[in-house]
């Protein structure tokens, strides 16, 4: 098999990557559905109101996302996975029906983007740990890269088919079909077989677990660094939910159809950037970097777009930005932090990266409303940049032990340890 596909030779990573890609065609069906249901539907095209609802969704990975991390590292991940790919779907189907019949209202999306937000709150850490469970560590980069090409696929589809869905049957449905996505991932969750998985040692129940996390990566300045610029740059250059919908209709004026295409046409860059992602082997600090740096340049570039086509072009290498840089960070806390404390420290990443994005989001849609769209394209494309800038001119001036050599020891001293034991 292409060394670009080599976690697929598991067994359990076929099953698993099969059911979270039809799940996953659905999660940005709902996305792009809901959005267009706040904006033109329960509202009078409010970029406040689509920030609130995508804040709310977010926030409670901020406040329970280290909690989460220790029931990750504690507890069986695919029996938390089951739990909460359930109750995700619950949410989709809830919202569909009160949809399709008339009843729903603004508060009623705010409520179950926030419940939505709970379950994957909880979600989130189990399944970026669980990866590791499915594939050897020889496998786990490869593993992580096909996660994120499987996400974007999805991403390149399924907007798309939401735009033409809403358009023709409206917003209701498409989250009828969202919830009944979360049928493949639960199936393939219950097919996979346990013997063949590779967990972690159990953390035992004790006190201070999360302290424990936090004081670990005190003492790693790499991972500081890369949440440091995780927070930045979800606050304030991956807000495309909000973007996007403020782009599309209150700048361009287009309907449905379009709205759903712009995410499908980021989707090209975020598919490319996964795959070029799964030819590497280990985590590369010029990637995180220079991802980061042509992250807020094109987004600035995006900014001053005079035509939604050209706005839509410039979104391709946007999303290969994002991707490239998401990947570099992920990875690099897979391979290099302990197992022990692996559930934990992906849980703080995702708090903050989601955490960054509740917080950013009402900003940058009340950007969007008070001074227009562009606005808060441009205003969020310089600050990752700056941040980008500033993280460069720190790496660059460190005078011990680079930050590059502290990313490649870890890894390094990780792939030793795990050969000495095997």
Known sequence: MSAMFRALESPNYRLWAGGALVSNVGTWMQRVAQDWLVLTVLTNHSGTAVGITTALQFLPMLLLGPYAGVLADRYRKRVILLWTQTAMGICGLIVG???????????????????????????????????????????????????????????????????VLIAWIGTGPVFLLNAASFVAVIVSLSRVKAAE????????????QLTEGLQYVRQRPDLVLILLMVGLLGAFGMNFQVTNSLMSTAE??????????????????????ALLAARRSGPRLRFMLGGAMSLGAFTILASISPSF????????????????????????????????????????????????????APLMGWIGTEF???????????????????????????????????????????????????
């Open 252 to 273: 361009f004026g287009m309907g449905p159809e379009e709205f759903g295409l712009l995410g499908s046409i980021m989707a090209v860059g975020t598919l490319g950037g």
């Open 309 to 360: 086509w050209i706005y839509a072009a410039v979104l391709v290498p946007v999303g290969l930005a994002s991707i490239t840089f998401l990947n570099s960070c992920n990875t690099t806390i897979q391979l290099s932090v302990e197992p022990q404390f692996r559930g934990r420290v992906l849980a703080l990443y995702l708090a903050i990266l989601q955490g960054g994005t509740a917080i950013g």
């Open 97 to 163: 029906l009160l949809v399709v019949t008339g009843v729903a209202q603004l508060w009623h999306v705010y409520l179950a983007a926030l419940a939505l937000g709970l379950a994957a709150a909880i979600d989130g850490p189990a399944r970026q740990a669980f990866v590791s469970e499915l594939v050897g560590p020889e496998k786990l980069s490869n593993a992580v890269a096909l996660n994120s090409a499987s996400f974007n696929s999805a991403r390149l589809t399924g907007p798309a088919i939401a735009g």
């Open 372 to 422: 227009g769209a562009r606005w808060a394209v441009a205003s969020g494309g310089v600050v990752v940049l700056l941040t980008a800038v500033a993280c460069v001119v720190l790496v660059s001036r460190r005078s011990q032990k680079t930050l590059r050599e502290q990313v490649r020891s870890a890894w390094l001293r990780r792939r030793a340890t795990q050969a000495s034991s095997s």
């Open 197 to 208: 998985l590779e967990p972690a040692t159990p953390v035992a129940r004790g006190k201070h």
